[in-house]
């Protein structure tokens, strides 16, 4: 009989991949702490435990949730969190938070903003640094539903930083997204494009209650007339406006109806495998695009010559398009060698 020696990376991959099975958060932490890691010797590892645990994701719907400030993402992240843990549903929320663009520092508060939840056994939060990625979207978001999911969470909710580019970068991960918004639609949607309001599948009036309830249901309607008249972001959905009461806990059963009732007519339609595929590819791209950023800035050559060529076009010498074209013919002799 011939024994395989096992080595450490081989046990500590089959630990973590043991525990996620069994939904050990401690576990399930760890391992998304792997594959968020910027070393090089821990890709191979990652990327070995991504493959291992593919055959048990898919089992979930995936909710992306972005929103103005001021909205109360975390308060109704927690208020629908907590109602469906109540109902025996497993929910992971990946909570994307703002990095300082000079230290990378992040504030990592959402486990803070959201106390109730973190302590329910039914739910995991994670929050992670947005490390400056376009939409404050952690590159690494996508391998983290994947985990999640092998670990028996059939809810995943991405928040995203606020509103801005990350809608759309949300919208190429999630099944279904809804934007917060508050009072005052009018003021609100002078500043919001119309491409933002063509990304969602559902816009969420938050804090209709006390004597804010008349204003929501108000803006709910001025929400409504403007979606009729746009495109829907998803074929054969019709996009509306909710009102809830995050903090009363008002309306967040009937969120839960109409996000099942999206998933069943997208199911129905084709619309859901076709966008799970959709989801797949823009991965890749934006994998491959940036793997070709981190191998051309770290080049030694680019290193060595990116400084004269910002120089010349600094001083005239140059032109962008010139420079450009130039640091790309070095680049490919580079990796030539």
Not at 230 to 253: D, F, H, R, V
């Given at each position: 009989m011939k024994f395989v020696k096992r080595t450490d990376e081989t046990i500590h991959l089959e630990t973590l991949f043991q525990g996620i099975m069994k939904g050990n958060s401690a576990q399930l932490s760890k391992a998304i702490t792997l594959i968020e890691s910027n070393a090089s010797r821990h890709f191979t590892e990652a990327q070995k435990l991504i493959q291992k645990i593919l055959p048990y994701t898919k089992q979930s719907i995936r909710i992306g949730?972005?929103?103005?400030?001021?909205?109360?993402?975390?308060?109704?992240?927690?208020?629908?969190?907590?109602?469906?843990?109540?109902?025996?549903?497993?929910?992971?929320?990946?909570?994307?938070?703002?990095?300082?663009?000079?230290?990378?520092?992040?504030?990592?508060?959402?486990?803070?903003?959201?106390?109730?939840?973190?302590?329910?056994?039914?739910?995991?939060?994670?929050?992670?640094?947005?490390?400056?990625?376009?939409?404050?979207?952690?590159?690494?978001?996508?391998?983290?539903?994947?985990?999640?999911?092998?670990?028996?969470?059939?809810?995943?909710?991405?928040?995203?930083?606020?509103?801005?580019q990350s809608e759309a970068v949300v919208r190429a991960m999630t099944d279904i997204f809804l934007m917060l918004?508050?009072?005052?639609?009018?003021?609100?949607?002078?500043?919001?494009?119309?491409?933002?309001?063509?990304?969602?599948?559902?816009?969420?009036?938050?804090?209709?209650?006390?004597?804010?309830?008349?204003?929501?249901?108000?803006?709910?309607?001025?929400?409504?007339?403007?979606?009729?008249?746009?495109?829907?972001?998803?074929?054969?959905?019709?996009?509306?406006?909710?009102?809830?009461?995050?903090?009363?806990?008002?309306?967040?059963?009937?969120?839960?109806?109409?996000?099942?009732?999206f998933i069943k007519s997208a199911q129905e339609t084709g619309v859901f495998e076709e966008r799970r595929q959709e989801q797949l590819k823009e991965w890749m791209k934006q994998s491959l695009t940036n793997q070709l950023l981190h191998l051309f800035f770290t080049d030694e050559l680019m290193k060595q010559h990116l400084p004269l060529l910002e120089k010349e076009i600094l001083t005239g010498e140059k032109t962008v398009s010139t420079a450009v074209m130039e640091a790309i013919e070095l680049f490919k002799s580079s990796q030539r060698k």
């Open positions: 949730i972005s929103g103005v400030p001021g909205a109360g993402k975390s308060t109704f992240i927690e208020a629908l969190g907590l109602t469906l843990c109540n109902q025996g549903h497993r929910v992971a929320v990946l909570a994307i938070d703002p990095s300082s663009s000079l230290s990378g520092g992040s504030i990592l508060g959402d486990k803070t903003r959201m106390e109730q939840l973190s302590s329910h056994p039914l739910a995991f939060i994670r929050p992670s640094p947005s490390e400056g990625v376009l939409g404050g979207v952690h590159r690494k978001t996508r391998e983290s539903m994947l985990l999640c999911e092998a670990a028996g969470f059939n809810v995943i909710i991405v928040e995203t930083v606020g509103v801005g918004v508050i009072t005052g639609a009018g003021d609100e949607l002078q500043g919001m494009k119309k491409g933002i309001l063509e990304l969602v599948d559902a816009i969420i009036v938050n804090k209709a209650d006390g004597d804010n309830k008349i204003q929501a249901e108000l803006t709910k309607d001025e929400y409504n007339r403007i979606l009729h008249f746009l495109q829907p972001a998803t074929k054969g959905w019709q996009t509306e406006a909710y009102t809830c009461s995050s903090i009363l806990n008002e309306g967040i059963e009937e969120i839960w109806k109409m996000i099942n009732l």
